[in-house]
């Protein structure tokens, strides 16, 4: 008879203590280690630990191979299929979380009522809610006559019991952390039920050439819950994001083994479900007007798409002995070091004044790309110069105050004309005969053409 033993398991990171701490040594959090009872045996494995059967040998085989040709699945959501790379593949996992409210739910429910309507068989099993309240649900999104199966069960051994009999081509479990499994004694939502929940699941998947779509909860770091190994046992993982206080979400693949990673998809949440936003970037733009100071728009990359994003600055005297600096959609350090490079460099005096960044639209942006756009907004509130509204700025700012070219310029440019923009202020190397271009080698050649649009702006 196999002997239980008691091991205590961090539930944010997964580590194994020999001991009760308050603090976890591998991801540091506070009050999450708890008592597990666990079998001896490969944790997440359904069959007896204690029982061992006879060892088979695997099939090799090699790369020379027939073409698969086997054809992404469409799920009739252009944003949806663009966040996957291009539709869903078979026999994969995708794992999808995000804030309580954010539109999980609803997001796959228009998915599968999507992917109903093209034929495919899908089984939506929900261990939240029952199968009433998700037809209510469908009925204000008006998907109500799609043919998707509901169920409402927790229990993994059923569930896997029953999609092996009904082999669906989709399957969606909403949420990884109801389920649990009766072959370990830990509680629903634990680390190692969620591990060895999620552990079935993909493997049901690779088996059965099924696409096994899992939600997942999240941490107030805004992280998923449970075990980090969850995320590499899947095929995918998407984040879907909102902005508090603002329509729009955002669903970002950072992880993506059949397509692009960082790969968005954008919509906008409306009393009739989610609707797709075919153009972002006029999403992300303020409105036209006259031209104010500590603005310029970036023309920026998410994924494979061009997105242009107003950057705001403002940019007053403190009188603080310890300036203030403010950043909402940025990052807080890229902005610290932007504005050393700006005193050392040019001469500046950023230090006795208050910095205040914005990203507009609730954009959040983390490429180095806009090193260049946020410098030219601060230049410009610092001068008091307004920038041109028709003008897009993209460019990498190194420590030596050097302005280094970025990847995938032609496509920045495209998204540009094909919005209306007249000009770009961009790194020393590239030509666009459609646009008027100022190539900037360095952050002083910037400020010398901040300083130009001052002396040549009429003041009101």
């Not at 929900?126 to 043919?147: C, F, T, W």
């Not at 494979?304 to 203030?324: F, G, K, N, Y």
């Not at 990052?331 to 500046?348: E, I, N, P, Q």
């Not at 666009?432 to 130009?452: G, I, K, M, N, Q």
Request: hydrophobic share 45%.
């Amino acid at each position: 008879m196999a002997r239980s033993s008691n091991a205590y398991l961090c539930q944010s990171c997964g580590a194994v203590h020999p001991k009760w701490a308050g603090r976890c040594e591998s991801c540091g959090e506070w009050n999450t280690i708890a008592l597990e009872e666990t079998e001896n045996g490969p944790p997440g494995s359904l069959a007896n630990a204690s029982t061992k059967s006879k060892a088979i040998p695997i099939t090799f085989t090699t790369l020379e191979g027939g073409r698969d040709d086997t054809l992404r699945l469409s799920t009739g959501n252009a944003e949806f299929d663009r966040a996957c790379g291009g539709g869903l593949v078979p026999s994969s996992a995708l794992l999808i979380g995000g804030d309580p409210g954010v539109g999980k739910s609803t997001l796959l429910l228009q998915v599968t009522a999507g992917l109903a309507a093209q034929g495919a068989s899908v089984a939506y099993i929900s261990g939240e809610e029952a199968p009433a309240q998700i037809r209510l649900r469908a009925q204000r999104l008006g998907v109500e006559n799609a043919h998707v199966q509901l169920a409402a069960a927790t229990s993994l051994r059923d569930i896997l019991s029953t999609l092996k009999t009904e082999t669906p081509q989709v399957v969606v479990i909403d949420s990884i952390q109801t389920l649990w499994s009766d072959a370990l004694p830990a509680a629903p939502g634990s680390v190692t039920q969620v591990r060895a929940c999620a552990q079935e699941l993909v493997r049901f998947a690779k088996s059965s050439g099924a696409i096994v779509i899992l939600v997942g909860h999240v941490t107030k770091d805004g992280q998923i819950a449970g075990p980090r190994v969850v995320e590499h046992m899947v095929d995918a993982v998407l984040y879907f994001e909102s902005e508090q206080g603002r329509s729009f979400r955002i669903l970002r693949a950072v992880k993506n083994r059949f397509g692009a990673a960082h790969e968005i998809g954008v919509f906008d949440m409306t009393g009739e479900g989610l609707r797709e936003v075919i153009n972002p970037s006029e999403l992300f733009l303020s409105e036209g007007g006259e031209p104010v100071s500590g603005a310029a728009v970036f023309a920026g990359i998410e994924g494979t798409r061009p997105v242009l994003v107003e950057i705001q600055a403002l940019v007053s005297p403190s009188t603080l002995a310890a300036p203030r600096r403010a950043v909402v959609g940025w990052d807080t350090a890229r902005l610290s070091m932007l504005l050393a490079v700006l005193d050392a460099r040019c001469g500046l005096d950023f230090g006795r004044h208050d910095v205040f960044l914005n990203v507009a639209g609730g954009m959040r942006i983390s490429e180095p790309a806009a090193d260049l756009a946020a410098a030219a907004a601060l230049c410009s509130s610092l001068f008091d110069a307004p920038a041109p509204r028709d003008w897009v700025v993209f460019g990498e700012v190194a420590l030596s105050g050097t302005v280094r070219p970025v990847n995938q310029t032609d496509a920045r440019l495209k998204e540009a004309r094909k919005l209306g923009f007249a000009g770009a202020l961009t790194p020393k190397g590239v030509t666009d005969p459609a646009l008027e271009l100022f190539e900037a080698s360095t952050l002083t050649d910037l400020v010398a053409w901040t300083r130009a649009r001052k002396s040549t702006t009429p003041k009101p």
